[in-house]
């Protein structure tokens, strides 16, 4: 279901915090629901750590939180009965882990292929760290950015040398207009990008990092503040 906007939002986490109230404040999940039917199917995706149960566990804590009773762990091996699963998914989380590791096994097994399919259904996507970096661009691409997560002890020079790379690199053309599309948004730990339908941004519970490139071809970082100043710091 959309918000409005032509497509339902997309939930961007450093960690799994977010999937969990905390301090008077709704969790991602809560806020997902306006945009999910009665009875909602959720999905979790584990491929990026290779299905470790004990983050299984977690996100089902978390759907027990906002009372989503029918869900299931989509196996890496992506039997068809996974298949099923995940095509009929109004909520699907891609969990954290290596990003790598989790998009070799979409690629594999035609997870990538579903996964936008859903998204183009109305299905909100939700993801956790390695999750998060996926649905955008290199990736998925259904955020129109590059993603980096908890990488603000590094100063997020992992995501500055992906811009700065996807900026000089020759497919981008030597278009000075085509440097100012590219960017990267930072999710600090404890932090949410909330992306609506309409495409707006809006930062949940930390400041969102923003890295984008200058007139004169430098990149410039700013944060994407919480709109309710009490959001912030709320973790």
Do not use: C
Not at 86 to 109: P, T
Not at 199 to 228: H, K, N, W, Y
Request: hydrophobic share 40%; no cysteine.
């Amino acid at each position: 279901m959309s918000d409005g906007g032509g497509f339902a939002p997309i939930f961007l986490l450093a960690d799994s915090r977010p999937l969990f109230a905390a301090q008077g404040r709704p969790s991602v999940l809560a806020r997902a629901l306006p945009h999910l039917p009665d009875s909602p199917r959720a999905a979790y995706l584990g491929a990026s750590n290779g299905d470790d149960p004990t983050f299984y566990e977690l996100f089902a804590a978390a759907m027990d939180e906002v009372g989503i009773e029918n869900r299931q762990m989509v196996n890496s091996r992506f039997s068809s009965a996974d298949r099923e699963w995940l095509e009929g998914a109004d909520l699907v989380v891609l969990a954290g882990g290596d990003v790598e590791r989790g998009w070799r096994l979409f690629e594999q097994r035609g997870v990538d292929e579903v996964l936008l399919a859903r998204f183009q259904a109305g299905a909100v996507l939700v993801g956790v760290s390695a999750g998060a970096v996926q649905l955008g661009w290199g990736w998925l691409g259904l955020v129109p950015a590059w993603i980096g997560a908890h990488e603000e002890k590094e100063g997020w020079g992992e995501l500055r040398g992906r811009v700065q790379g996807s900026g000089s690199d020759e497919s981008q053309g030597s278009d000075k207009s085509r440097d100012r599309q590219v960017r990267g948004l930072g999710v600090p730990f404890g932090g949410t990008l909330m992306v609506h339908g309409n495409g707006e941004f809006e930062a949940l519970r930390r400041g969102v990092v923003e890295l984008a490139f200058t007139e004169d071809g430098q990149i410039r970082e700013s944060v994407l503040l919480p709109a309710d100043p009490e959001e912030a710091g709320a973790g």
